[in-house]
């Protein structure tokens, strides 16, 4: 498993109503997100693959299957750039923290698509959206070494 990555099984808690499941308790770990953001995946669409230089994300896979993709891309890592795979949400919730320098994507594998929830540690864009995104793009480039399919 790469350096710094955490996945957590999520709970789901079902009764005649339906269903709740704990995603995040600052009691379980040191990550602490600022923000929040919910995104739809429609069926066999590929988000990624990214990285960031300074921040974590702290995604939620728990509507929707989705495969995640993920290459420790931090240099002297043991596992540089090999890749990693893991089938997450629907029959397997899962919480994931990727800390800055691990490339990351995802693939929605649900017919009728997804949704995935992240917490990152740090605002997009900076303070009112002002700054550069922190983010490497490696999906728009043609020499990706990073391939998903």
């Not at 808690?13 to 923000?35: C, I, Q, S």
């Not at 923290?97 to 864009?125: F, M, Q, R």
Request: glycine share 10%; aromatic share 12%.
């Amino acid at each position: 498993m790469i350096n710094g990555v955490v996945i957590k099984k999520i709970a789901k808690f079902t009764d005649h109503r339906g269903w709740l499941a704990e995603a995040y308790r600052n009691d379980e770990t040191d990550f602490k997100p600022v923000m929040t953001y919910i995104s739809e995946t429609k069926s066999g669409v590929v988000r990624g693959p990214h990285e960031h230089q300074g921040q974590s994300d702290f995604f939620i896979f728990i509507v929707g299957q989705f495969r995640l993709y993920l290459w420790d891309n931090r240099q002297g890592a043991d596992n540089y750039r090999v890749l990693e795979t893991y089938d997450v949400g629907g029959d397997n919730p899962c919480s994931v923290i990727i800390p800055p320098g691990v490339v990351h994507a995802y693939k929605c594998l649900s017919e009728s698509g997804g949704i995935t929830i992240n917490l990152p540690d740090a605002l997009y864009a900076g303070p009112g959206k002002q700054a550069a995104v922190d983010e490497i793009r490696w999906e728009v480039m043609a020499a990706s070494p990073f391939i998903v399919s």
